[in-house]
């Protein structure tokens, strides 16, 4: 069963790491999102759920107006072969999540550490980076720094990488 919101936000608790969260109608698009979310400063997360014919697993995470090449970003993160985007059905496997609610949090549900998490370095220049916290109808502000320390409390690797144009 994957984790709610709620235990998200008791896992963040439980790391120390304090996050602001605000509520708002489901947005399942970058452009929804740019039209209602109003100013939450920082830095607005684009996510790829992506997979090689090697069915290995990629969530990119790149800010929400970066370019990503997808014929030749599966040389930037390691990836066996030109990547595809993953089919809902793992999406929901292995992070919980459902195709305009996809999150770097989504990682807190991928416990035997099946999906690579790549984090943009433009997008890691933000102070503050923000996210939906399991749902598509909130988002959380988390600082960067902590965000780090999150992945890593999940068992995964924060691998920060130039993936944007």
Known sequence: MPKTEAELM?????????VSTIRHPPLHTVADSQALRGEIAGGHTKNLF????????FLVTVGEDAVVDLKQIHQLIGAASRVSFGKPEM?????????????VFGVINDRENRVKLVLDKDLMAHSVINAHPLTNEATTSIAAADLIRFVEATGHDAAILKVSA
């Open 91 to 103: 999406l929901m496997e292995l992070l919980g999540v459902t195709p305009g609610a996809v999150t």
């Open 10 to 18: 008791a896992f963040l608790a439980e790391l120390g790491i304090a």
């Open 50 to 57: 992506l997979k090689d014919k090697k069915d290995n697993f």
